[in-house]
C-alpha cells in the first residue's frame, strides 16, 4: 500500500533547503524520503551560492529549484501544488528564522538539530507552532532505528521495571588531531553552529536518546566541557553526570578526538527488572539483560519484538538496515502524520514516535544546563 | 552530480515485473533504484492478478502500470519515452522467456537469480544477449555491499597472495520446521523455482560470491545435496567440497533448516599473504588477518580501503549501510554502464563490477554439478 | 574440600612423561594438575635426552625425577607410595608401547591425543585397558570447558531436540608458510606422527568435539585431505561431509594453513528445537539460537545451565577461565575417578565425563576413515 | 626453568590468612600460587573459627594449619623455615593490622584491596614498610592480564601519543535487587569494609587500572557516589570524572546494581596518536585504534606485542588465559623479586610490575576524595 497515493492521489512534495549534491547529509535526506515511495522531492535550495543553488537543483532533477531560501519561500507559499514538507538542513544559526518562515507557509518541517542557536529561539518557535496544527520533527536520526524504537517500547511495557541507570557514550574520532583551518569550519565557529561544537554536535543525540528512550528527562546534571587537544578553541570534549527524579544516575562521555574512533554511540538503560543495550554501529540487534535469565540478543525482524520495532522494519531479519533507512524511517512517520491530519483523524500513536519540537526544546536545555554547569566548575544544574 | 540528469537530461526509466506492493523483493528493488536519485520507476507488473497488477500500479503512483508482462512488453517496446531498464523478479521460471522479450524490445535487464531453470536455457540467452549491445544484471546482490568489494579488490591487487582456501557458509532458519503447506510454496516447487531449493535459492550466492572475490571459479566440486527435516522433499541441506586449479580447497556449508538461524552469510578467502573474512550480518567491516602482524578490522568509510571499496560507499564511517544500500550499489552500475554506452563510451571499470549474465550461467553450472555430484554418491564434478 | 586429602589423607600422585620444563603441553598438565590442590607431581620423565631428563625434573623440585621411561617404570611399579597417574605427552608413536607398560604397572593413564599411531593399536590397546580396573583418559581437552559440557548436558536433556546438522571447523595459521626444515618437526613425520598430520593434530579434535556434544559418532564421512600449501608433504588442510543415523548431516573444515589464523575451533550442533555455538577462543560463552524466541547467550557461571556446566566452574561469572582451567578439570575428573573407585564406589556420573578410552579408539576410526575416503576420491567411507 | 628452585633449591613457601576452602577467592590464591611450580602452600589461616581454621588446612592437605592469625605469626616467627610471603585476603578491617603484623615477622606480603580502612593507614604502613626491604604486593589482580601489561607497555613507548582522555567502567550485576539481609554481609558494613561498598570493591579497581596503564594518577575528580536501588544503604554506584595535569579528561562509571550485568570492567585509554580498548570479560585481545591505518586487534602471544605482553604469557596464542592466570602472574612477578633480592641483585624490570604498596595508597586517596567530593555537591577534589 502507498499511503499518500491513495489518500491524496499523489506523493508528497518534499523541498530541501540545504545539503548539497553529493552532501552527506543532502543524499541521506534526499534519498531517506524516496526509500518507500511516499515522498518526491519538488522544490530546493542547495547552495548558499545563488546560482550554484539552481544549477544544482537542475541537476537532480528537480522540478523546481530555487536560487535561494526567500525565492522558495516566495515561489512556494501560494503555489497550487506547495511543498508539504520542508526539510532545513542548513547551518544552525539559520533554522530558527527558516522555520518561522515556513510556519507561516504552512509547511511542514523537518529540521536538523540542534534545533536553533539558544533556548529563548527554541522556546519561542515551540510558543509559535503550537498556535497552528503544522508538524515539525527535530532530525534526532538515531530514533529511527527499529532497535531503539524496541528499547523504548520495553520502558513503556514496564519490561526493564524502574529506571535504575542509564550510560551514553558517543566517541567519534574525527577530531583527534588539530586541523589546519578548523576555524574555517562553520562547525567550529560558535557564531554559526552554536557555543560549543561537542554539545550541539553529538552530546545532544546522547540527551535525546537517553530521554527517547527512558521516556523522561533527568533532572539535574553536572558537566565538564572542553577542549582535550591543545590549541583547539571548540570544545571537543564532555563529561556528564546525571539524576533523574527517582534517584535513578546517568553519565554521557561525548568526544569526537579519540584517535582511530568510528562511530562510538552506545547506550544503555538499566531498570530494576532488565537492561538495554544498543550500539549505532551494529544497529540491527539489542542486547537484553535481565535479572534471572541469560542474556538474549534481540534482532530486528526477529522474535520477541513489540510493534514498534517491527513497524520500523521493512526488510527480513538478517538483512541490515543502516542509517538512511532509520531516517527514512522519520519520514515515514511524519508522512503518516501528516496524511492522518489530512483525513482529520488521529495518527496512530507510534506514528508520533519521531521527534518532535520538545525533543528539540529540552536539547537546547540540555546544552545550556551542560554549559553553565562547566562554567560554574562543574556544579550540579536543573534542567528545568 | 546527478549523471543521468546531466547526460540524458532525465533519470533514468526502471520497468518492474513481479515484486508485490508491499513485498520483500519488490520494495527492496523500487527502492534501491530509487535510493541514488538515478532512477524512476516508469512503469510496472506488480501481480500475476492481472486487475490487481493494475491496481498495485497506480496505488504506487507508477506512471504506466500495466496488468500484464504482455501488456508491459506491447505497451512499451515503441514507447517514445519507452522504460531503459527492465527489473525482473518473478518466480525463477519464467525469467529465461521474460528475459528474451525484454531483448526483443531493445531494454537492459536487471534479473533475480537463479537465472533461469536449466543451464542450457542459461547459455541459449547469454549466447542471444551476446549479439546485443544491452546490459545484464544478475541479482547476486550481496556483491553489493562495499567491504565484499574490498574483498574482491585486495585478491585483484595481490593483497591477499595465491588463492589457497576458501569458506563459504550460509545458514539460515526459517524452514528449521515443516511447514503445514510447504507444497503451495512456489520455492518449494520444482517446477517452478528449479530442482533444488537450497542449491537455487542460497546456494548459489555462496558460488557466486566465492568466485566474484577470488576471481575464479572452482575446478570441480563435490556434494551432499538433501533435505535433513524429516517429511520435507525439497533441499535444505547442502554440503559442498571444492578443488581449485592451483589445488586451493575450499567448502560450502548451506541450509535453511537450523534451528534460530538468522541470515548466517559469511565468507572466508585465504591466500598465501592473508586472509579476508566477511559476514552480512555486519556488513561493514571486513576482517583482514595477515601472516606477520596483528589483524586488522577494515571498516567501510575508514582507512586502508582500495577505490573499489569508496565508490560504494555513501555514508560517513560509522554509520550503517545494509542490504538495500547493497541493491542500490548494483543500480548504480547499471546506471554508470548505460549512460557511459549512451556516450560511446566505456564505462569504467569499476562500474562493471555488477554481476552480469556469465555469473548467472555460472550459478547454473554449480547447480548442475552439485545436483549431479549428489546423485552419484558424491563424486567430484567438473564445473565445465 | 579436597577431596583426594579426605579420603587418602594425601594427595593424588602424578607422574608425567614428556613435556619439557617450559614446553607448552608439559606446563598445562603440571599447572592443571596443581591448579585445584588434588594432585602433586611425584615423578617426571621430562626429556628423550636422559641427563636432560634428570636434570630438568631436579629443576622442577620434582620428588622422583626419572632418567627415561624405562627407569620410571621400574622405579615406580613396586614403590610403596607409587605415582596414582601417569601422564603421557611423548610424540605419538610411543603411545602405544608406554601405555602397555603404565597399564602393566597398575597405573591410571592420562594421554595425549591422537591414542596410538593405528587403529589396530587403540583396538588392542582397549582390549587390554578393559581387562583391568585402570582410568584411562585421553587429551581431548576442549572437552573441559564448562560451556561444551553445557552444550552435551542441553543435547543430553533434549533442549535441542533431534539432531538435525553439525559443522565444526578448525582454523590455524601456523603453518601459513612452508617451513625452512619442515621434515625436522616430529608432527610433519609420518612415522612418528602418524599418517596424516592435519588429522591427527586437529581433525580429530573436531570429530572428538562433535561427538562428545551430540552423543554419538557420525555413520559415513566423505573427507579430501591435502596439504594447500606448495612444497608439502605432510597434510594441512581437510575438508569433511558426514552423514548420521537419522539422516542429520555435518561437515568440518580442519586447516593449520591460513595466513593470520588464531585458533579458530568453532563448533555448531543444531536439533529440531534449537541450535547451540561455541567458539574456543570465547570459551565462557554458548550462543543458544531457538525456533520462537531470541538467541540467548549463555555464559559460564550465570543463569539458565546444567549441572554439568556448574560442575566444571571454578571462578565467578565473568572472571574468564581458559584453556589450563578446561585441561584442570579433566584432571578433576579423573581424580573423582580414581577416588570412588578407591571407595568402592560408582563415580557420580559427571565425572566419567572425560574422554576415554572409547574416545581415543574412535579417533582412529575417523582418522582412517577419513584417509581412506581422500584416498578414494572422496567416497563415502563408514566409520565402522 | 624452575627459578625457585634453581636459586633457593626449594619452592617459595605461602602462607594464607583468609579465604576457605572453597571460597571464591581462596581457590584463587592458592591456585594461582601454585600454577606455576614457584610455590607451596605451607601454612594457613583458613576461618575466623579456630576450629574450622585448623581442620581446613589439614583438609587442604596444608603442612602447618593453624587455628588464628596470632598462631599462625608466633608459629612463623621463628620458624626455620618460615613462609617466604603471606597472603591476606581477610575483611578489609584487619589488612591493616595482619600486614603490620606480618612486617614484624619479616614476611612479604600480597594482601587484597583495598590496602586498610583509611588513608591515614595505608600511608602509615607504607612509612612503616619503606624502613624495611619487604616486597608488598596489593591484589590489584587486573594488571596480571598480559594484554593490560601491553596497553601499560604501549603508554611506556609513546605508542600512543600524549595523554588524551581515560574511560573505566565497571558494569556489575550482582546487587540489582535489595538482598534480605544485606546488613549481615561484611562487605555491606562500613565498619568492616569500609566506608564506601562501590568505591572499595571495585571503584579503586578502575582507579588503579587506569593509573597503571597511562602511568599516572588524574589531578583532580569530581565524584557522585550513592545508592541507586531503594532502600539500601550501602553505596552501590557512582559517577566520576576526572583531570589529568596535562588537561586529559577521564571518567569512571561504576556500579553493582545493573540488572543482568556480568562483569563489565572495560577500559579504554586515548592518546594523540592512538587509542587502546580492554575488556576483562575477553582478556586475551586488546583492540588498538590509531590515527590512519585501520583498527587493530591484538592478541596475547600474537604479532605485534611489547615484551611486557610476552612476559605474562604462559599457553600459546588462542588458548585462553584467565583470571587464574593473571592472578598467578602476580605471584610469578613476586616471586622473581624475592629471588633476585635473595641473590643481592635488581629484579629485572619487568618484574616490577605488580601493583605495590603506593598502588595501595593511591587507591585510598582516590576512596577519600571521591567520597568528599560526592559529599560536598560533586566539587572538584584534587587527589593530592
Same mark, same amino acid.
Given at each position: 500500500m502507498n499511503r499518500a497515493i491513495n489518500i491524496l492521489g499523489r506523493k508528497l512534495r518534499l523541498g530541501v533547503i540545504g545539503g548539497g549534491v553529493d552532501s552527506f547529509i543532502g543524499t541521506v535526506h534526499r534519498g531517506a524520503a524516496l526509500l518507500h515511495e511516499q515522498f518526491e522531492v519538488t522544490a530546493s535550495v542547495l547552495s548558499s551560492n545563488p546560482e550554484r543553488s539552481l544549477n544544482d537543483g537542475k541537476t537532480l532533477g528537480i522540478p523546481r529549484p530555487y536560487a535561494t531560501a526567500e525565492d522558495l519561500f516566495a515561489g512556494e507559499k501560494d503555489h497550487p501544488e506547495k511543498i508539504d514538507l520542508l526539510a532545513i538542513m542548513t547551518?544552525?544559526?539559520?533554522?530558527?528564522?527558516?522555520?518561522?518562515?515556513?510556519?507561516?507557509?504552512?509547511?511542514?518541517?523537518f529540521c536538523e538539530k540542534p534545533l536553533t542557536m539558544t533556548l529563548e529561539e527554541?522556546?519561542?518557535?515551540?510558543?509559535?507552532?503550537?498556535?497552528?496544527?503544522?508538524?515539525?520533527?527535530v532530525a534526532y536520526a538515531y530514533t529511527g532505528y527499529a532497535m531503539v524504537r524496541q528499547a523504548r517500547a520495553m520502558v513503556e511495557a514496564g519490561d526493564l521495571g524502574e529506571l535504575r541507570s542509564v550510560q551514553c557514550d558517543y566517541i567519534q574520532g574525527h577530531l583527534a588531531e588539530l586541523g589546519d583551518n578548523e576555524a574555517d569550519n562553520w562547525?567550529?565557529?560558535?557564531?554559526?553552529?552554536?557555543?560549543?561544537?561537542?554539545?550541539?554536535?553529538?552530546?545532544?543525540?546522547?540527551?535525546?536518546?537517553?530521554?527517547?528512550?527512558?521516556g523522561e528527562n533527568p533532572q539535574d546534571l553536572c558537566a565538564d566541557v572542553t577542549s582535550i587537544v591543545p590549541g583547539r578553541t571548540a570544545h571537543d570534549y564532555c563529561g556528564v553526570l546525571?539524576?533523574?527524579?527517582?534517584?535513578?544516575?546517568?553519565?554521557?562521555?561525548?568526544t569526537q578526538a579519540i584517535a582511530g574512533g568510528i562511530h562510538g554511540l552506545k547506550i544503555r538503560v538499566s531498570g530494576s527488572k532488565g537492561t538495554v543495550e544498543w550500539d549505532q554501529e551494529s544497529p540491527d540487534e539489542l542486547i537484553h539483560r535481565t535479572l534471572n535469565s541469560p542474556e538474549r540478543r534481540l534482532v530486528r525482524g526477529g522474535k520477541g519484538l513489540h510493534e514498534a520495532a517491527h513497524r520500523a522494519t521493512h526488510v527480513a531479519m538478517? +538483512?541490515?538496515?543502516?542509517?538512511? &533507512?532509520?531516517? =527514512?524511517?522519520?519520514y515515514? @512517520? $511524519?508522512? !503518516?502524520?501528516?496524511?492522518?491530519? +489530512?483525513?482529520?483523524?488521529?495518527? &496512530?500513536?507510534? =506514528?508520533?514516535?519521531?521527534? @518532535? $519540537?520538545? !525533543?528539540?526544546?529540552?536539547?537546547?536545555?540540555?546544552?545550556?544546563?551542560?554549559?553553565?554547569?562547566s562554567q560554574q566548575q562543574s556544579a550540579w544544574q536543573a534542567l528545568g
Open positions: 547551518p544552525n544559526n539559520s533554522h530558527y528564522e527558516l522555520s518561522l518562515q515556513a510556519l507561516d507557509c504552512g509547511m511542514d518541517i527554541s522556546e519561542d518557535l515551540a510558543a509559535k507552532l503550537a498556535q497552528t496544527d503544522r508538524i515539525y520533527c562547525h567550529m565557529k560558535p557564531e554559526v553552529a552554536g557555543e560549543s561544537l561537542i554539545l550541539g554536535d553529538i552530546g545532544t543525540h546522547c540527551f535525546h536518546l537517553a530521554s527517547y528512550i527512558t546525571l539524576r533523574y527524579a527517582n534517584g535513578a544516575r546517568g553519565s554521557f562521555t561525548v538478517g +538483512h541490515p538496515e543502516g542509517y538512511k &533507512e532509520a531516517f =527514512a524511517n522519520l515515514l @512517520d $511524519i508522512a !503518516d502524520h501528516m496524511l492522518a491530519r +489530512h483525513q482529520g483523524q488521529k495518527p &496512530e500513536p507510534l =506514528a508520533l514516535w519521531y521527534p @518532535d $519540537i520538545q !525533543d528539540g526544546v529540552d536539547g537546547m536545555k540540555f546544552i545550556k544546563a551542560a554549559l553553565t554547569s
